[in-house]
């Protein structure tokens, strides 16, 4: 059974940090890219970040220089380090696994983790 299990999410004040984690099991881990994406209410879901399984970790441009992806391949999760949290950082966090094979896209999701960042 494909789980994606999102945790760390919560009510914080701008300027501060929060670490969300993605607890991932039941497929190939180390076969799919990770991404985080965030959604507020009206807005598209966006990607914030993703660390592929080849190449570099890629981010938004809003949240470049203030967030860190990264892969613990030792137990199948993936985190994001988020520092200097802004008003607009306000979201729905989701955790995705996604790959490509022969032509065909593959993609689980997390059910997605509240974040609020209000003084």
């Known amino acids: 059974q494909v789980r994606l299990v999102e945790s760390g999410g919560g009510l914080v004040q701008p300027g501060t940090s929060l670490r969300l984690s993605c607890a991932i099991s039941?497929?190939?881990?180390?076969?799919?890219?990770l991404a985080w994406y965030r959604q507020s209410p009206g807005r598209q879901r966006e990607l914030v970040a993703i660390t592929p399984t080849v190449g570099s970790n890629n981010y938004a441009d809003s949240v470049k220089g203030r967030f860190t992806i990264s892969r613990d391949n030792t137990n199948q999760m993936t985190h994001l380090q988020m520092n200097s949290l802004k008003p607009e950082d306000t979201a729905v966090y989701y955790c995705n696994a996604h790959r490509v094979t022969y032509g065909k896209a593959e993609d689980y999701w997390g059910q997605g983790t509240q974040v609020t960042v209000s003084a």
């Open positions: 039941g497929f190939g881990f180390g076969f799919y890219d």
